[in-house]
């Protein structure tokens, strides 16, 4: 049976547990009528408070876009370790400050997916800790997750005791394998996960060894597949003011990217085509071919499209070869005409190339490093690359958040966090604590 509770719709009159309303604060209910000017200067998850317990990539990439849209993250941090990839460097951005740390600087891994957040050092392997957390958890939206299923239950952090604390709590848990399962207990690693649920299967060239894929993809999607469900569950509460617990893996997510591969699977009932390298399974010619200096991607991936390859590379009598006049021909002749296009590119820069096919509506693309495309024109002109200041470390270029708005544009406000930098803020303003009960909690060490 699942774990998850369901709630019934509530009448306008009939109140939640512990006397909270059906909107049990202001920042829950939703604006209504004609957009004013007020609202238009708010992002988009203005007064949404999060509390974020994550690490790594999957967790993180989730409350970062939360971030993004405007909620405010207060991302727990153990008091000395921090996040563990703060220390996954080199490379590192130095500190400049003459401040002495544990670290040589902010690791890029760690700044990569920390922005717009708020750092709290705080263990909770004691009952003061777990009382801060408690307390939080009361003043937060939020709480996103992810220890193994069933490891915050003995510090009284699991769903079960925190929607008690706070039934209009939006609870997400991120893990490899999930809350249920034969292998919920097994610790999720991208790799790993892209390994078991068949992508490192179909990802590396025909005929070699599977490979991973070049980022943690599997993370990254989860992530983006958390924030999803987290905003979902944040609207459903607006008519029951009810949180719910939102169980989010590597493992489904990553079965959902399958897409259209999973697709043929089920729908031949055979196995999968294997590893294509940059060619696609059933379109010919669509992949990436070495030409002199380089490589270029080109998408002949219909009928016209071909021909106006054919016409670019000065070939237009392979038009009319009726071993390619149709796609299906191209794929059942996949391994003469990619020789025939690679020979001809090969005769030619990729900067040529790309003069020669500007303009003639077929899809090509320079393969770029990332050095390049983090200084690509187009990068740059949709201001996908920021350079802020970080208190500790100088100016700092970080990417952006990638989705536009016509209002109210989502931006980096705040640079990753030092470890514990809003230690002091958070218990102040959100908690109410004075300084002397904040200097007991650092002797204590249950801050930081």
Known sequence: ??????????????????????????????????????????????????????????????????????????KIEHPTRGDDTRSWGPPDLAYTDGVGRTFPGESAYYLSVNRNKKSIGLTFNNPTGIDIIHKLAQKCDVLVENYLPGSLAKYQLDYETISKVNPSLVYASVTGYGQTGPYRDRAGYDVMVEAEMGLMHITGERDRPPVKVGVAVTDISTGMYTAIGVLAALYSRRDTGLGQWIDASLSDCQVAGLANIASSVLVTGKKDSGRWGTAHATVVPYRAYKTENTNIAVGGCNDKLYGILCNKIGKPEWKTDQRF?????????????????????????????????????????????????????????????????????????????????????????????????????????????????????????TVA
Request: proline share 7%; charged share 25%; with cysteine.
């Open 1 to 74: 049976m699942s774990s998850f509770r369901v709630f019934s719709r509530l009448s306008p009159c009939r109140r939640l547990p512990c006397g909270i309303s059906r909107f049990p604060s202001q920042r829950h209910q939703p604006r209504r009528g004609i957009a004013t000017k007020e609202v238009n200067e708010k992002l988009p998850l203005a007064g949404i408070r999060v509390l974020d317990m994550t690490r790594v990539l999957a967790g993180p990439m989730c409350t970062q876009i939360l971030g993004d849209l405007g909620a405010e993250i207060i």
């Open 325 to 445: 006049v149709t796609n299906a021909l191209r794929v059942k002749n996949r391994e003469v005409l990619d020789a025939m296009i690679e020979g001809e590119l090969q005769l030619r820069t990729t900067e040529e190339w790309l003069e020669i096919f500007e303009g003639s509506g077929m899809p090509y693309a320079a393969v770029n490093d990332v050095q390049k495309t983090v200084n690509h024109e187009h990068v740059l002109a949709r201001n996908m690359i920021e350079e802020i200041d970080h208190p500790a470390c100088g100016k700092v270029k970080l990417v952006n958040h990638p989705v536009k708005y016509s209002r109210v544009e989502p931006k980096i406000r705040t640079p990753p966090p030092l470890l514990g930098q809003h230690t002091d803020e958070v218990l102040r303003e959100v908690l109410g604590m004075h300084d002397g009960e904040i200097s007991d909690l650092r002797l204590a060490k």
